[in-house]
């Protein structure tokens, strides 16, 4: 009699986990197929009786997971479907009552590669999926992590309709975009806003021309408050063009989903999960949107140097000659010649303001000739004196 009550125990047993396990064909697309790269981001590795090894999977077709569980090895060989957190709650690959906050841890991790963060979110995925903590050996930056993961009010639980709520991204561009470069300046400000509306985090990556994304100490992203930032480039010594991307969420949740390995028996699928380790992940590139804008710092323009002439003035020079008196001798009988006097004025020369000439440069005029005149004049008035004075003395 035991034993029949044990047997119908067991029938409805698997009666009750067939569900889990057999699917139909139907619902799982098997020509969608997704395998391990044997790459990823490895975390920190502790020991619990055995060292516990942390990474996060890099998977075909652009999709990163993590560990669901935590015995099972993962394997590159074998091929996993694909199926939604909710699929794979209903099936009791997960816990139903947790599909929600795994859900919001995962939206945590889309932008995160350093070794603190995927530790964190692998442990507190762990916590949730198996009750485990997080080992008393891990840092304090690591905790600090996890214990914000299991926070709900820092890390609230999403719903799957959290996969459709649109996150719009704006990413206005310094006014201006360039600035020209000075000597013995290295370091230049750009101002610019950006924002989601969702509130989704926003990372920011800077390259330069060469499309290469610049070292950590050669900018900082400073965060001003309200959607204002700063980009601060650092070390400029010659003209140069970057360019800064905006990455966030494209919702206000990442697409979350499970990968399970399967078999298939005749016409119906089975999920597997012994086959390789069931993992849960995102696809960025589905999950994010990105804008960017380019600043460059510029040569300034060659200055050209201008020679100031200063203008000359020179003095308008007058020749001026004076005025002559010229004289008409009248004889009388009885008198002495008289002289009248005549007033002559002689011309004026102008010379122009650019024009010099010498003394002995200037032309004759008629002061000159008028000169000789009066000689002339004189010596004949001085004869016909001489004439009247010896008659007069014949007379006598």
């Known amino acids: ?12 047993v698997l009666v009750f986990l067939l569900p889990v396990f ?66 794979a ?16 841890i995962l939206n945590y991790s889309w932008n995160k590669t350093d070794k603190d963060s995927i530790t964190a979110v692998q442990y507190a995925l762990w916590h949730y999926l198996h009750g485990t903590g997080l080992p008393d050996e891990a840092s304090a930056a690591v905790k600090a992590i996890y214990n914000d993961l299991l926070d709900d009010t820092k890390t609230p639980c999403l719903p799957a309709s959290a996969e459709s709520v649109v996150n719009n991204l704006t990413l206005n561009p310094p006014t201006p975009d360039s600035q020209d470069r000075s000597d013995g300046e290295t370091t230049y400000t750009f101002n610019f806003f950006a924002q989601s509306s969702e509130g989704a985090p926003i990372v920011f990556t800077v390259k330069d021309a060469a499309d290469q994304v610049l070292a950590d100490a050669a900018y900082d992203i400073i965060d001003a408050g309200s959607g204002n930032y700063q980009l601060k480039l650092y070390d400029i010594h010659a003209a140069a063009t970057f360019t800064l991307y905006a ?7 990442v697409g979350a989903c499970v990968f399970v390995t399967f078999k298939t028996c005749e016409d119906a699928v089975q999920l597997d999960p012994c086959q390789s380790q069931t993992v849960i992940g995102i696809k960025p590139s589905e999950t994010t949107q990105t804008k ?7 040569e300034p323009a060659p200055t050209t140097e201008t020679t100031e002439v200063t203008p000359t003035t020179s003095v308008n020079e007058t020749v001026e000659t004076n005025p002559t008196t010229t004289g008409t001798i009248i ?20 010379l122009s303001p650019t024009t010099q000439i010498d003394d002995d440069q200037v032309p004759q005029t008629g002061e000159t000739n008028q000169g000789l005149l009066i000689g002339g004049i004189l010596l004949a008035l001085a004869a016909s004196l001489m004439l009247v004075l010896h008659h007069h003395r014949k007379q006598e």
């Open 1 to 12: 009699m035991k034993k029949i009550r044990l047997i119908m125990v067991l029938v409805m």
């Open 331 to 350: 004889l009388t009988d009885s008198t002495l010649p008289l002289v009248e006097p005549t007033t002559t004025q002689t011309p004026t020369t102008t």
């Open 247 to 253: 990455t966030t969420l494209k919702n206000k949740s």
């Open 292 to 298: 960017s804008f380019s600043v460059s710092i510029n």
């Open 89 to 104: 709650a209903s099936h009791l690959i997960i816990p139903e009552i947790i599909k929600n906050k795994i859900r919001a």
């Open 22 to 87: 057999a699917v139909s064909a139907e619902v799982i697309d098997t020509t969608d197929l997704y395998r391990y790269q044997g790459t990823g981001i490895s975390g920190h590795t502790y020991w619990e009786g055995h060292s516990i090894y942390v990474k996060r999977f890099d998977m075909s077709k652009g999709y990163i997971a993590f560990c669901a569980d935590r015995l099972t090895p993962i394997r590159t060989d074998k091929d996993y479907v694909k199926i939604s957190l909710e699929y």
